[in-house]
């Protein structure tokens, strides 16, 4: 009994380990006890917010100048920025601990210390902030706060601030659908079905064809959230999220696009015009480029939030991916994707960021533990990381083409690749419904057309070396490729690539623990193992390796970046790895291989012979 008693501690011990791990500190707007706030308003104070109308020019994004002044300024007096403008109105719902009034329940869409660009406040009660809002559906106000986050009282309101048409379309998302030619828009916008019909127009670039295709429409309500603080502070209306279905695209053609809603009076309103080109047809032989990472998140250009604390990387990432748009053909972002946590405003704050990769590229997302675990929702951990979300966020923004969006798993085609996308916030031990899933995408896939064949999930079930899966011992989670390797061997995966730890890590070709080929920069002919690689160093706060060296672990680097694999045909594929500083490569390999290779019999990948056979 005594021993069953220590490994239940040993395994309790090891569940708190990783998940101190995966936190990487608190969603910054979580350090604002908003229900705690009461009332000190002081005549001598003020805020004041200019322009008051925004986006006469149809912007999206505009940034706002902030005067303020308090007769008793203190360093840890701060600037919260409320949308819908009316943030005293709210009520708390019953999940709430008891408080008292004014029951503040709304917690800001972004925040930022008084003296941040005003050093010298504490001294004049003066100060002066410049920030940035993004349509999102209503109207703002700036509120001055003192005595700090835990105990904020508040000291004065501003003026309201409004973009011209809230509930415009924006912040389209683009991903591949169910067929290989057809390409779906996800957008979000105010206008309700009973309001307005939502669609796209689009055709050819340069053609004459103007086409019209229909939008479904979704959304969720504060009853649809798991738990606090999706339930409660982190609240705000999503507005309504459409999906349109543009079919039968020819091959690489390009496109363009607008989002429009017809009012019922008539009255159109259109989005700015937008452009894609079509993927390939399965197997075709063109140029293919793919970029992949993980654990991006958001952060503020304004310096709010106190983002750079915890995602520095996140504006870099965003930033050298639009740079090098024009050599991107999809995007795969497998999992964490913005850190919202249960603060709904931040999916809006999100898409905005993006917005100029996921409207011209298919944005292809995975499920990760900050979209989808709680407890008692089915989820394979029962930790709370997504702060009450529960997935619905993830399941509605964003596209995949899963057969049910429930369970984040899915495959798709791109030319001359086949990617299978895993859910590593379910079940994907042997038996399971998503190891039939996996087994089934593995095994389907005509690896003379599509040679290139990806395996993506956000938890590591390969190999990495982050200290935690090293003390562990295990080098990976918990049951993790115990199930898998042999599918990912018989099937002669490629590549497997993984987020969650935020670092970048590459093995060599590998099967049950041991290098199957020794060489790290070109490999030609069979390869005889899958290359296992963490790429979760798109944004998120870095995840420290151990100091143990494995002879499995060719490359590792505890820095901001993503990869991108690069199809010249179907015998030459490039992997590189590019720093989000600056998008120079700093890991790169080669695969040179014939049809014959692949189907070349390696250790555990051809069925068993006989002399009867």
């Known amino acids: 009994m005594r021993g069953l008693n220590s490994i239940s501690l040993a395994i309790l011990f090891l569940l708190t380990a990783l998940q101190e791990a995966w936190s990487h500190g608190d969603q910054p707007l979580s350090k604002i006890a908003i229900h705690k706030a009461s009332f000190a308003l002081q005549d001598h104070a003020y805020v004041k917010a200019s322009p008051t109308v925004l986006g006469f020019k149809g912007q ?68 002066y902030l410049k920030l940035q809002l993004i349509n999102q559906r209503s109207n703002f106000s700036f509120a001055l706060f003192s005595a700090g986050l835990s105990n904020p009282k508040l000291v004065a309101v501003s003026n309201q601030v409004a973009f011209a048409n809230p509930n415009a379309p924006v912040y389209p998302r683009l991903a591949q659908g169910k067929e290989w030619n057809e390409m779906t828009v996800t957008w979000t916008s105010g206008y309700g079905i009973d309001e307005a019909e939502p669609f796209v127009e689009w055709g050819p670039k340069g053609g004459d064809r103007v086409l019209s295709a229909a939008a479904g429409t979704l959304t969720f309500d504060r009853n649809s959230m798991c738990g606090a603080p999706a339930r409660t502070v982190g609240w705000r209306d999503p507005g309504f999220i459409h999906t349109s279905f543009l079919k039968e695209l020819w091959p690489n053609k390009k496109y363009i696009y607008k989002l429009g809603h017809r009012l019922f009076n008539g009255t159109y309103i259109w989005s700015e015009q937008y452009q894609f080109r079509a993927s390939p047809y399965p197997g075709q032989n063109s140029l293919q480029r793919v970029v992949i990472f993980g654990d991006m998140g958001k952060d503020e250009a304004d310096g709010s939030n106190e983002y750079n604390n915890f995602q520095r990387g996140s504006l870099n990432t965003t930033r050298e991916l639009i740079r090098d748009l024009k050599n991107i053909d999809i995007i795969f972002h497998i999992g964490d994707i913005c850190y919202a946590n249960g603060y709904i405003s931040q999916w809006d704050q999100f898409t905005a960021q993006v917005e100029p990769i996921t409207s011209t590229v298919p944005y292809m997302i995975a499920s990760g533990n900050h979209e989808r675990d709680w407890p ?45 996308v895993a859910d590593t916030e379910h079940d994907w031990r042997e038996g399971t419904e998503q190891y039939k899933f996996i087994e089934h995408c593995l095994a389907s896939v005509d690896r003379q057309k599509q040679p290139w064949l990806i395996f993506l999930a956000h938890r590591v079930l390969g190999y990495s070396s982050c200290t935690s899966y090293a003390e562990e011992g295990s080098f990976e989670e918990p049951m993790g490729r115990e199930s898998l390797q042999k599918l990912w061997q018989k099937y002669k995966v490629d590549i497997a690539v993984y987020g969650h730890v935020h670092s970048y890590e590459r093995t060599c070709p590998i099967y049950q623990n041991i290098c199957t080929n020794k060489e790290k920069h070109y490999y030609k002919g069979t ?16 995840s420290p390796f151990t100091t143990l060296q494995t002879q499995w672990s060719f490359f590792r680097d505890y820095d901001y970046g993503f990869i991108k694999l690069t ?23 080669r695969i040179s291989r014939d049809y014959r290779d692949i189907l070349a019999c390696t250790v555990d990948s051809c069925p068993s012979m006989t002399l009867a056979s």
């Open 376 to 420: 008692g929702t089915g989820s394979f951990y029962g930790n709370m990381d997504s702060g009450g979300e529960c997935g619905v966020l993830a399941e509605t923004m964003f596209y995949v083409p899963a057969e049910n969006r429930a369970k984040f798993w899915y495959s798709t085609d791109y030319g001359m690749f086949r990617f299978c």
């Open 567 to 589: 199809a010249f045909d179907h015998s030459n594929l490039l992997f590189e790895y590019k720093k989000s500083r600056d998008g120079k490569v700093y890991d790169s390999f």
């Open 527 to 542: 390869l005889n193992g899958t290359i296992h690689v963490v790429a979760g160093g798109g944004g998120a706060s870095l």
């Open 60 to 127: 999206n994004t505009e940034w706002v100048s902030i005067e303020f002044s308090s007769p008793n300024p203190s360093n840890d007096d701060w600037i919260g920025v409320f949308s819908p403008a009316n943030f005293s109105a709210s009520t708390c719902p019953e999940e709430n601990p008891r408080v008292y009034p004014p029951l503040l329940c709304s917690a800001p869409i972004k925040f930022q210390y008084a003296n941040y660009s005003s050093p010298e406040y504490k001294k004049t009660g003066k100060g």
